[in-house]
């Protein structure tokens, strides 16, 4: 999307993620501005030739009479799938990002450029050998997301009977709001999984975010004990992938997870990876799930979900860098993190959390090299 033309005018960001993201962000988009709302967006007169850029699906008041009357182009900013060795929530910036003309991938009530990429890319034999070695590479090592679990594998007493995996959510999250189906909530999740599946061992697995205190979705052990056998809190979610036999999940980014690794996946809305014949999908009259008409096999889907959709930052460099080259990377960072003499530090300790949290928003307010320029 970098043409060199215009402004970005970057809408309601905190100081914390500007700060993050100002290198990245300059390198792709060249001139910025981070603005607090667009009130102040609109006091630079914005044209044709600028672009607006927002975190996520979120719509600041006067957002859409702003790009309306403007004809500046709206870009979405988020987290890329494979996002860095620490939790975003945690303050710990991105190795990779993605900017959406069209929409956001999670939003399904339209189609995101994601979308659109996978009805309609053309998926060379070259780029889909490229996909598959990339998920190799990232099932070998391990990878996932935020990548700071420990990869001790699960202890699970499950006797023989298949185990169903249910990864918890943030229930307030947009992915929910915008992709979720009947099914909304993790105890209505979890009692779906049960009706599915009366024979299976199931394990609920809550997320990290809720977990760290950071985010809102907790579901009590007792609570989810009265229909799950298993309440998982230890073992990271690729160690249960390893000893999971089928996923069930609304919209969390473990279904794309379980499909990179073979294992089958029903989802309960329409996640991005939802739809294109590769999951066993419960919310057959979403609107979202009825536009992609397109079968795609494994690779192609990891090829616009990893290669073509995302842009992947070396911090250290400065610089865009491959998707292979990040990957190896975060892998190298999260071996040396688990052989070091901490190896739990980014998730474990409170106050440790706290403390690096306000380095980092030390440096956004008083960094003159990286302070973000506003009006």
Known sequence: MTDGAGRTLIIGFRRWRAWNLAPLLRAQAGRIVFVRDCRAARRMRPGRDDRIMVWGAGAPDGLDDLVGTSGARLVRIEDGFIRSVGLGSDLIAPRSLVLDERGIYFDATHASGLETLLMSAPFEPALCARAAALRGFIVDHGLTKYNIESPAPPIWAHRGRPVVLVP???ETDASIALGGGAIRTNPDLLA???????DAFLVYKPHPDVMAGNRR???SHRAAMQIADH????ASIIACLAHTDEVHTMTSLTGFDALL???PVVTHGAPFYAGWGLTDDRARDHPALARRSRRLDLDSLVAATML???RYWDPAAGTFVTAEAALATIASEREALLHGPAPDRLTYGFWRRQRRKAVVLTRAWLSPARNPQRP
């Open 192 to 198: 779906a999984a049960r009706a599915a599946r009366p």
């Open 217 to 219: 979705g907790a579901l």
């Open 261 to 263: 690794r073979g294992i």
């Open 168 to 170: 918890g959510q943030v």
């Open 308 to 310: 073509l959709y995302p």
């Open 231 to 234: 309440v998982e809190t230890t």
